[in-house]
């Protein structure tokens, strides 16, 4: 369906994850390019909001506390915060509702818009497309990024051009400033993910860094800092940890201005990439053609293994990634620079 209305207002709902948004980035700039003059708000999750403050395309983030809705000791804030935020959508006026989320929650969000047209994937969620009055089909084995922009392409964008338009504000940069001026050249790792089954073992990371010939930056969230300190501490003096010290912002920072990227499937792999950063991706129970970094000169290394993948997040015999070994990656990072 290729249309020719010229929205005037367009809200986004995308509220997470770190990986989804920045894999979501494409789509909002083939929005604001086909609607030069429409205003963008964009419902985000609490906490996710860095990568969007201040971005010149984004004229207003609608932040929820979604991890509060789940809670049922939260009732009642949450009832009070969902009529405020219906409310709010409603005045709003919208004349264009996208859900690219497809759970029940952003569909009921897309809907409470009440906007005249409601956009979504036809196989979205948890019922969320009975809430759409067009529905796009965006696929199973598509890799993200191309499956938002099917979507892009039913609104008459251009689905082909990919760019990711990062907001790069101007922050004080803190916590890097320092180590920004000693390292002209440095690795990222990234030892985190949000399932234990992604999971690479820190100990490897941390021989791994030892081995490079530049030293690196290990970020993560504040959650991610005792695995961030087994990599340091196996790394023999070639790694800094950053984990629990940067924000969005400065994250955004440390993977623009990095020599490459070694991480396992997660959220900044997705910056990187994002930058067309050179990742090494380690992958175990997910799938790279669906959430792989996206681009050319990214590297994934997976085990072969009948099993994978299975897209468990907890798993008794986790082969998948225990059979990747120091070496199988230091190699391939060998043979990537000999090449280039």
């Known amino acids: 369906m290729k249309r020719t209305i010229k929205f005037k207002k367009i809200l986004v709902v995308k509220p997470s994850s770190l990986g989804d948004i920045v894999h979501s980035l494409p789509f909002l700039n083939a929005l604001k390019t086909r609607f030069p003059n429409a205003e963008i708000h964009w419902v985000v999750a609490k906490g996710l909001e860095g990568l969007l403050e201040c971005h010149p395309m984004v004229n207003r983030l609608i932040i929820i506390n979604k991890d509060m809705w789940k809670k049922l000791s939260k009732t009642a804030d949450t009832i009070k915060e969902v009529k405020q935020l219906f409310k709010d959508i409603r005045n709003e006026q919208y004349d264009l509702a ?148 940067t924000g969005l912002k400065e994250l955004v920072e440390v993977m623009r201005h990095a020599r490459i990227v070694i991480s396992n499937d997660s959220g900044p792999m997705h910056i990187a990439a994002g930058f067309k950063v050179p990742v090494v991706a380690i992958f175990g129970p997910t799938s790279p053609v669906r959430t792989g970094p996206y681009g050319k000169g990214h590297i994934v290394i997976k085990s072969d293994l009948e099993c994978a993948p299975c897209f468990k997040k907890h798993c008794k015999d986790l082969k998948c990634m225990q059979r990747i070994t120091v070496d199988d990656v230091y190699e391939t990072i060998r043979k990537k620079d000999r090449n280039q």
Not at 107 to 119: D, E, F, K, L, N
């Open 98 to 245: 996208v859900d690219l989320q497809g759970l029940f929650r952003s569909g009921v969000i897309t809907m409470a818009t009440r906007a005249p047209v409601r956009i979504g994937f036809s196989e979205a969620r948890e019922g969320s497309h009975l809430f759409y009055n067009i529905k796009v089909q965006g696929g199973k084995d598509v890799h993200a990024v191309e499956r938002y922009m099917k979507i892009a392409g039913a609104l008459g964008c251009d689905e082909k051009n990919i760019l990711f338009p990062f907001s790069l504000c101007n922050s004080e940069m803190k916590n890097l400033g320092d180590i920004r001026k000693n390292m002209k050249e440095y690795a990222v790792i990234v030892p985190g993910a949000r399932w234990d089954t992604k999971i690479w073992a820190a100990e490897n990371f941390g021989r791994l860094a030892s081995l490079l010939p530049l030293s690196s930056l290990v970020i993560g969230s504040k959650s991610d800092i005792g695995i961030a300190e087994r990599v340091v501490q196996t790394s023999h003096g070639k790694a800094v940890s950053l984990a629990g010290k």
